[in-house]
């Protein structure tokens, strides 16, 4: 079963930290990127570029509009993304709970939707 793990933080902490912090907040994640495909779990991940280079956009009415930045003002930002394959929450979680972002922002973790349990064909299948 694949699991989605959203990591949220205040974007804004990344811009002030020194260069220091930010090795060591790479190298944890190194680490823990390494023990994700040890474990055989990591389907995918990625880190994400600042919200101030985001664009939402919305069609209204047939037409589409762009807007700058995320959808909603937040305290914390999505800031990357993993996709594991666990055989439930309760093992999603525990590796949710590994993430570097968990000690000072928040993890959700969410259940990819499984098509075909639904009856329908996988997109892109």
């Known amino acids: ?3 989605l793990l959203l990591l949220y933080g205040d974007e ?5 930290a020194s260069p220091e912090d930010m090795q060591q ?3 944890a994640y190194e680490a823990l990127g390494r023990e994700l495909v040890e ?3 990591l389907v995918s991940g990625e880190g994400l570029e600042a919200t101030a280079t985001a664009k939402t956009l919305r069609v209204r009415d047939g037409e589409g509009i762009a807007t700058d ?3 909603a003002e937040t305290r914390e930002q999505l800031g990357g993304f993993y996709v594991l394959e ?3 929450m309760d093992e999603a979680l525990g590796w949710a709970a590994k ?3 968990v000690t000072e922002g928040s993890v959700e973790v969410r259940p990819v939707m499984d098509y075909e349990a639904y009856g329908y064909d ?3 299948a």
Do not use: L, R
């Open 99 to 101: 993430m570097p972002a």
């Open 25 to 27: 907040s790479t190298s």
């Open 1 to 3: 079963m694949k699991f």
């Open 122 to 124: 996988e997109p892109g």
């Open 86 to 88: 666990c055989k439930d």
């Open 69 to 71: 930045g995320p959808f």
């Open 39 to 41: 474990a055989g779990v």
């Open 12 to 16: 804004s902490q990344w811009f002030d």
